[in-house]
């Protein structure tokens, strides 16, 4: 969800203004999703390395993240949907901690979307806990034994389907240690607009989009349409 910050520029506004409009278009497509019958939707709200940035602002996004837990879980629970977070939220203060537990059991039994928000989340993190998760559960295992399928057992993730599109906000084109792993057949959809001005059109664009391509997993497009 990129483009917070250069949408409250444009307006001559504080970045967190451009936050908190972000949060208004996560609840515009979490909602549009929901109808559209989407099974999973993975957003990325604070990477690994997010903490980068001015203390000031990291305070300000982590009071959005608490009001946000606090204020819409309610609502995500009466439209059935499932709230996950994944990252490491060991980094986060106690009272964020204590509110995603509840809002992730609140919502744990809910079968519509399934809404995952990456928070303190880094792709190459992912992939190294998923090793040690392995490790544990295998404990007498050799390392050679460790492979994609095992692996693909304990990313973050492991049980829902593989992403079939990300979408990028901003007008930046990389990955920026997204979900590297569960990615490797992704369409990848890229848009300038800015994420405070995402909508239920650009959702639908960027499915459109999706529609047309060619999906061929490795094999020629002949193979593909005679199956
Ligand atoms: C939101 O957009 C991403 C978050 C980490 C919350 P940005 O804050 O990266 O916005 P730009 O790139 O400065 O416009
Ligand atoms: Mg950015």
Excluded at 182 to 197: H, K, N, R, V
Aim: glycine fraction near 8%; proline fraction near 4%.
């Amino acid at each position: 969800m990129d483009g917070n910050g250069r949408w409250a520029k444009k307006r001559l506004l504080p970045r967190f203004i451009g936050h908190q409009k972000g949060l208004n278009a996560v609840k515009r497509v979490v909602s549009h999703c929901s109808e559209l019958g989407v099974r999973s939707l993975t957003l990325f709200a604070f990477s690994t390395e997010n903490w980068r940035r001015p203390e000031d602002e990291v305070n300000k996004l982590m009071g959005l993240f608490l009001k946000a837990l606090q204020r819409e879980v309610g609502k995500l629970d009466e439209n059935n949907v499932k709230l996950q977070i994944i990252g490491d939220r060991s980094a986060f203060s106690e009272e964020i901690q204590a509110n995603i537990e509840l809002a992730e059991s609140r919502t744990a039994d809910n079968v519509g979307l399934v809404l995952n928000i990456a928070a303190n989340y880094g792709g190459r993190w992912d992939v190294v806990e998923a090793v040690k998760k392995w490790q544990e559960k295998n404990p007498h295992s050799p390392i050679s034994e460790l492979d994609e399928q095992a692996l693909g057992q304990h990313v973050c993730l492991a049980g829902l389907p593989e992403p079939d599109l990300l979408i990028r906000t901003g007008g930046e084109q990389r990955i920026s240690n997204f979900l590297i792993w569960q990615m490797a057949y992704t369409e990848f959809f890229f848009t300038p607009t800015l994420w405070p001005d995402f909508d239920e059109s650009s959702i639908d664009e960027a499915i459109l989009s999706f529609s047309q391509r060619e999906r061929r997993f490795g094999k020629t497009g002949d193979q593909v349409k005679s199956c």
